[in-house]
């Protein structure tokens, strides 16, 4: 067995447990490898493990890697780094998911981008949780007034919400901010019934974020091992 395969495994033990832990459903929850700044081989041996979501976030490097695997059939990318304008075309086109979303002006040309021919692109709203000036997302209390903007939009397709808490290392912390996202997405949900997806966890936090209802864990680093950045430009 591969390194990679094995850590598949141990990824997906951990949201078993972490799903039994808690009283849900384990079918509730699913596994995105991210794989940015990784090679196409390792994305391969993901692939002949059974893995198929796999997430990327830089726009040139993702869609590089969605041409290199067009052999591997099933695969779903989502892309959940930030966004620049001028780059929503090839998201548009390649992608099937855009965890980022944070402003109309993106959505719009993301629905007026989106190729007829494929289903609409399924996007969640990016929620700056944590409040951090530095990161991307939007404030809670604005996530009402894009959603509805987004509803409008027949080439998009809103699921739900997605964000990346700033590190903790309690575990009470991190359950107490995946909390406010979780209540975030019912808010949505009694307005949207199409929203199923709260995209937030990551290899440190995973386990909070399943309690507090996370339906899609983000994971990188525990299949792939650690990132070397050399200057990964989008
Ligand atoms: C890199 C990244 C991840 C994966 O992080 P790990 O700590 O390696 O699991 C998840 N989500 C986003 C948005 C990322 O940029």
Not at 45 to 74: H, M, P, S
Not at 135 to 157: C, F, Q, T
Request: hydrophobic letters at 40%.
């Amino acid at each position: 067995m591969t390194s990679i395969q094995h850590n598949l495994q141990q990824v997906q033990q951990r949201i078993s447990r972490a799903a039994e832990h808690c009283g849900r459903d384990r079918q509730q929850i699913t596994l995105l490898a991210v794989s940015k700044t990784k090679p196409v081989s390792d994305i391969r041996e993901a692939w002949q493990a059974g893995q198929r979501c796999f997430g990327e976030n830089y726009v040139q490097e993702g869609v590089d890697k969605i041409a290199q695997t067009g052999d591997l059939t099933d695969t779903e990318w989502h892309f959940i780094g930030p966004l620049q304008s001028n780059k929503s075309r090839l998201v548009a086109e390649n992608f099937h998911w855009c965890h980022t979303l944070d402003r109309l002006k993106l959505a719009q040309r993301l629905n007026d981008q989106r190729p007829a021919a494929l289903p609409p692109l399924n996007v969640l709203i990016q929620v700056n949780i944590s409040d951090e000036s530095s990161k991307s997302g939007i404030a809670l209390h604005d996530v009402e007034g894009l959603a509805a903007e987004i509803n409008a939009l027949p080439n998009l397709r809103l699921r739900g919400l997605m964000a990346i808490p700033a590190p903790e290392k309690e575990y009470q912390a991190q359950l107490a901010v995946c909390r406010q996202m979780a209540e975030a997405l019912q808010t949505l949900q009694a307005a949207y019934p199409g929203i199923d997806t709260l995209s937030l966890g990551m290899s440190d936090d995973m386990e909070a974020a399943i309690e507090a209802g996370s339906t899609l864990v983000r994971v990188g680093s525990a299949i792939f091992g650690a990132r070397h950045y050399p200057d990964a430009a989008s």
